[in-house]
């Protein structure tokens, strides 16, 4: 069974930090990448940031440099710190995991998303 957990999202005014973070409980899988995703309505979920399990990150270009995404391996959590919050990152944030076993790459896990809201 797999579960991502997010919490740390809410309000903040327009160039606030926020930190949001993910939890994931695994059972007899281990975890390839993890990363972030946001999604507004009517439009479709966007990659934020994602981590390798080596630590390797990738990030959209629109939060280069105001975001930035880090891992514990040890714990199976991944964080999100959100810096100089504009009122365009207001969105739902998804946790993602991408998972292996045996071998294979089993990916599409997502958590139940938190709500980011940045105020002008």
């Known amino acids: 069974q797999v579960q991502l957990v997010e919490s740390g999202g809410g309000l903040v005014q327009a160039g606030g930090s926020l930190r949001l973070s993910c939890a994931a409980s695994i059972s007899r899988f281990s975890i390839n990448a993890m990363g972030w995703y946001r999604q507004v309505p009517g439009k479709q979920r966007e990659l934020v940031a994602t981590?390798?399990?080596?630590?390797?990150?990738n990030y959209a270009d629109t939060v280069k440099g105001r975001f930035t995404i880090s891992r514990d391996n040890a714990k199976n959590t991944v964080s999100l710190q959100m810096n100089s919050l504009k009122p365009e990152d207001t969105a739902v944030y998804y946790c993602n995991a991408e998972l292996l076993r045996g071998g294979l790459v089993f990916s599409g896990y997502w958590g139940q998303g938190t709500q980011v809201t940045v105020s002008s």
């Open positions: 981590i390798t399990s080596g630590g390797s990150t």
